[in-house]
């Protein structure tokens, strides 16, 4: 069986568990825990594993893979049934694009280790780091908004009318920029969709909440 190591508020391991759900497969989690024991992703027994210390890591036979997006490519191309990518070219580079602005533009700005960098390093107050986050979500966010606005293949999702790639992404970014009080009325196709995935079966298994690890 796959085996998946996540947190239960990781947005990248959020992605992934997204992606297993919507293709319908079955998989073990394995809870590290970001915050506990100065960090259970920092420790050898974990680094052993992904010598990142990042979530999400996925295990699937003798394949152990790290970053969530190649995790989800790997998953596409060895899991072909239910695709998170459309059949044409210029549809999967549109959904990478939506995708990598989540998970390189938006996400790596905001990870734990950087808030955490901000606080004990830089001595910047919990209120400027709140404000750092916000700040950053909203310049990506509108950006996401921009590109569904403009785009005819925006649909009830971000490319189509079926959650793919794109929606693995930014349904989990959505998540965290409610928990950081990120108004998301400027964004309301975001909103919509965010909604609409709310509604599905395989969005609500993966949500934070339904984890074994929840707190």
């Known amino acids: 069986m796959i085996k998946l190591y996540t947190y239960y508020r990781s947005s990248a391991a959020y992605r992934v568990r997204i992606g297993l759900q919507l293709k319908g497969l079955a998989y073990e989690s394995i809870p590290v825990h970001l915050a506990r024991d100065g960090g259970e992703q920092l420790h050898d027994s ?29 998953l ?25 602005i989540v998970a390189c533009d938006i996400h790596p700005l905001n990870n734990l280790r950087v808030l955490r960098y901000l606080g004990s390093e830089l001595r910047l107050a919990e ?42 992404c930014l349904i989990p970014q959505v998540f965290n920029a409610r ?28 949500h934070p909440s339904r984890q074994p690890d929840a707190e």
């Open 127 to 168: 209120a400027g780091q709140t404000a750092w986050y916000q700040h950053w979500v909203r310049e990506g966010l509108q950006v996401i908004e921009t590109h569904l606005a403009r785009d005819t293949q925006t649909g009830a999702f971000c490319h189509g009318d079926t959650p793919g790639l794109a929606d693995c």
């Open 76 to 100: 596409e191309e060895k899991y072909p049934e239910t695709p998170l990518l459309p059949g044409d070219a210029a549809g999967r580079a549109r959904v990478r694009a939506l995708a990598l």
């Open 46 to 74: 974990y680094r052993a594993i992904n010598p990142g210390a990042l979530v999400p890591c996925l295990v699937d036979g003798e394949l152990t893979l790290s970053q969530s997006l190649a995790i989800l490519e790997y």
């Open 179 to 206: 928990r950081f009080d990120v108004d998301l009325t400027g964004y309301p196709l975001i909103a919509t969709i965010a909604a609409r995935a709310a509604e599905l079966p395989a969005f609500a298994a993966a």
